[in-house]
């Protein structure tokens, strides 16, 4: 299976999840779980389909692989479709997390409570920097990369979250999958090169900033200075 297809395993016939279904999965949970907190017991296919500006018919096929949960002139019910959207995200369990590069971006994400909230728990420290070993951070020590086999292996950590500098990712990436990391969330700016039994996701920010401004500077609302020459 490629990484741009997803697809759940209990029933041959199911059809897969594209990547970008599966981006929608997590968007309409988001959704689904405010209409929860608001006391909405069912939900339409058109409500989703108007906060994430797609169609009736596109929710209908994202939701279509989950089962058999919507009933025509109803909607779907709201607590069970949250139920089959986190189990199809995996998100039905409890995540352990090991963070690597303990900088600002790192102090900023351990503040993030919505990790928690989701089932995420980052459980170990990781920095090369001996003045940041055996410091206390949010509760965890800080450790040394050369001690994440044991403290990977201790904590049950099964994720990696990389918040490293661009020349050292590809190098701590694979400190990570030798540990025996299933799965990488690199805030790095570099392309990772990871055997194929271990999950990659990527966040550039400066590219995102790029796409923003492409898409700002093709759309018929640009008013913005003229490109300069080079």
Known sequence: MSRGDLSREANGLEPRLSRASVGRLSLYLRCLESYAREGSATVSSGQLGDVLGVTDAQVRKDLACLGNLGQPGIGYPTAELIAAIRGALGIDRDWAVALVGVGNLARALLRYRGFAQQGFRIVAL???DPAKVGQRLD????????????VIAATGAELGLLTVPMEAAQQVADALVAAGIRGILNFAPAVLRLPSHVSLVSVDLAVQLEQLAFLVQVSGNYSGPEPTTR
């Not at 800080?142 to 044991?150: E, L, N, W």
């Open 139 to 150: 509760g965890l020590t800080i450790s040394g990369v050369d001690q994440m086999p044991a």
């Open 126 to 128: 990781f920095d090369v």
